[in-house]
């Protein structure tokens, strides 16, 4: 597959796909049957398990590849360190406004989930939810996670270029990429290898850092799983953009084997997601990075063969995306805390929290890019840009850019 010249909307949409498959993917897991979350139902649903489980395999590493591809993409036209100037703001007031708005009512309603459940009395759960808004902490990060990490990500791939030029390696940089095309037909294999090994060794150096009684080893444990989980992921579309040709390699380029294969391994993942016992543990680890590979490869050739042409009413979904996604997280522990009081079945009640929070958050878009101040605070987006009444156009740069 040769790159495509001019702007390639195919990537705006399955980046947009993406997050908003967090919506199912997070309501889903209010009723896992297998992994707990912080807020769920008394009820539970083998099948919304399922769900859940086929969803966490492929959401976040494509996600990670085609922010990867982005950054490569970016850092083709502007200095490595501009541009990560530019990330700080992008990534970096998100983040701080989520903690600061988002965070609270979410930990409100954890603990108001505990009084509903009966594991605590209301007063206690009043106590403790006061506590909780008003003592930060390393728990108010919940779904704002993947910011720091791809703020992470992007410094490093960053101050890495610009240490290739400063020291004059691009001639080393470019000969890496023509053997990486000469040897394109083992792509595919290498980084499903790659992947597995990584996957696991991740798990058990998690489980090990969780084993140790500090509080250091703790914190580790969490900035191994999930910050640096991802890591090769993004890695791998800076790849893609880096090196062309190596995306028919990579890349689903038409057929039903890869897709049949990727969403088996997919659907046992998900099956071995939660079991107890390492050897079940380092077989879900090998298995997800396997389809957490594959289902990528699928979902960027259905989207290159399929959506790379504009489209208005996509344009609008790709425009509230991001901030679809910092809401529906404190939507969902709403919605989930509410149907405590009811004995719906966990499929319609599932439902109902997906589209309710997929309309409330969009219309909270809706609202809140009428204001430069807002869209600022909420999508990074400064303060001098002019804002259009509707979806941007075609040129306009993507708020994760």
Known sequence: MSAVPGREHHWDSLRALLMLLGIPYHAAMAYNTRVLWDVQSLDKSEALTLLSGFLVTFRMPAFFMVAGYFAAMLLARRPPLDWQRGRLIRLGVPFLTGLVVLAPPQLFFVDLKDALTGVMTMPHAMDKAVYDVTHPGFGWIMHLWFLPALLAYSTLIALTLALVKANGWSQRLRSAGDGLRRHGSFALPAVLVFAMLWEVAIALSHVSLLALPSALAFLLAHGVDPYLRYLPFFLLGVVLRAVPDLRSHLVWQGGWILPVIAAASAIAASLLRGRTGLGLEILYNATDAIAAILMSAVLIGCATRFWNRPNLAVGRVVDASFTIYLLHH??????????????????????????????????????LRKSRLALFLFNGVPLRSEIAPKAPPASAEGTLR
């Open 330 to 367: 404190p939507l969902i522990y709403a919605w989930v805390t509410l149907f405590l009081l009811a004995a719906w079945p966990p499929v319609i009640e599932f439902a109902i929290v997906c589209v309710a929070t997929l309309c409330l958050s969009y219309g909270a878009h809706s609202i």
